[in-house]
């Protein structure tokens, strides 16, 4: 069963930069998409970016659009968190839907693996 394992989380001032990064533990991603979610307390988990694999094509959630770059270096994904703010503070996930699964979603519920999560704490 895939795995998603993330790392790069931590603690960041305002205006600071951290990279997240998501593989895949005992196996490949065998989807054509995968995400990053976000859930802060008391809040339900939220879309972030999302990229098909091959690379042409990435969405991401306006409240991280032009901050937030998602990429693939061969078998790992990466979130690249510029400009972060408070708001920004949140447990970081990597999800992949179902293998085989061809379509897009920035629902949650589309998701079928999920990785354990990294925190991401932004100071003011």
């Known amino acids: 069963q895939v795995q998603p394992v993330e790392s790069g989380g931590g603690l960041v001032q305002t205006g600071g930069s951290l990279r997240l990064s998501c593989v895949a533990s005992?196996?490949?991603?065998?989807?054509?998409?995968v995400g990053w979610f976000r859930q802060a307390p008391g809040k339900e988990r939220e879309f972030v970016a999302g990229?098909?694999?091959?690379?042409?094509f990435n969405y991401y959630a306006d409240s991280v659009k032009g901050r937030f770059t998602i990429s693939r270096d061969a078998a790992t994904v990466h979130l690249q968190m510029n400009s972060l703010k408070p708001e920004d503070t949140a447990v970081y996930y990597c999800?992949?839907?179902?293998?085989?699964?061809?379509?897009?979603?920035?629902?949650?519920?589309?998701?079928?693996?999920w990785g354990q999560g990294t925190q991401v704490t932004v100071s003011s």
């Open positions: 005992g196996g490949t991603f065998n989807s054509d998409f």
């Open positions: 990229m098909r694999w091959t690379g042409d």
């Open positions: 999800a992949a839907p179902s293998s085989g699964a061809v379509g897009f979603s920035i629902s949650a519920h589309y998701y079928k693996y």
